[in-house]
């Protein structure tokens, strides 16, 4: 059985572009693809800190391979409500060369740094497998009646 993850409102937005942004890059045929897009995409972040300043789901992108989130303990959390950094800050590490962009980023930047490690949380522990579709009670009705009332020519 499947299990639910509820998105938050707050993230709703941003995830559905996060979530077609790396689709869209994730290609089976050239796997590389993703790495060295977000690869770039850090190194670009990296010179500019506050570049994806107001793109959360860019941002998130970039710091997506230089953060670890432990998504287990920050599970825990009331998520429903968006939470302050601080609360959030303690399930997030950083990798060292990432540190000093990091760092500037949650200087002036503090809530898209929030809500771009709560996308890759997110993200990480989305199933994207269709859930089943209830069966329609109504579907199979068969109401010869009003089926002859149509024009199968028009």
């Known amino acids: 059985m499947q299990s639910q993850t509820n998105l938050p409102e707050y993230l709703t ?5 996060y979530l077609e942004n790396m689709n ?15 690869s ?3 190194e670009q ?4 800190p506050l570049l994806f300043n107001g ?17 287990k303990n920050l599970s825990t959390l ?12 303690p399930f997030v590490g950083v ?4 540190r000093a962009c990091i760092t500037e980023i949650m200087a002036h930047a503090e809530e898209d740094l929030k809500k771009a490690v709560l ?15 209830e069966e329609d009670e109504y579907a199979q009705v068969d109401d010869d009646d009003e089926s002859n009332d149509y024009d199968e020519n028009y």
């Open 13 to 17: 937005d941003d995830f559905s572009m």
């Open 24 to 38: 869209s890059l994730s290609d089976p045929e050239n796997p590389e693809l993703l790495s060295n897009y977000l």
């Open 40 to 42: 770039n995409l850090f």
């Open 45 to 48: 972040l990296k010179q500019m």
């Open 55 to 71: 793109m959360v789901d860019q941002l998130a992108m970039a710091i997506s391979t230089k953060v670890r989130i432990d998504s």
């Open 78 to 89: 009331e998520l429903n409500d968006e939470p302050e950094w601080a609360n959030v800050k």
């Open 95 to 98: 990798h060292a060369d990432a």
């Open 119 to 133: 996308l890759i949380h997110f993200y990480n522990g989305y199933d994207a497998t269709p859930l089943k579709a």
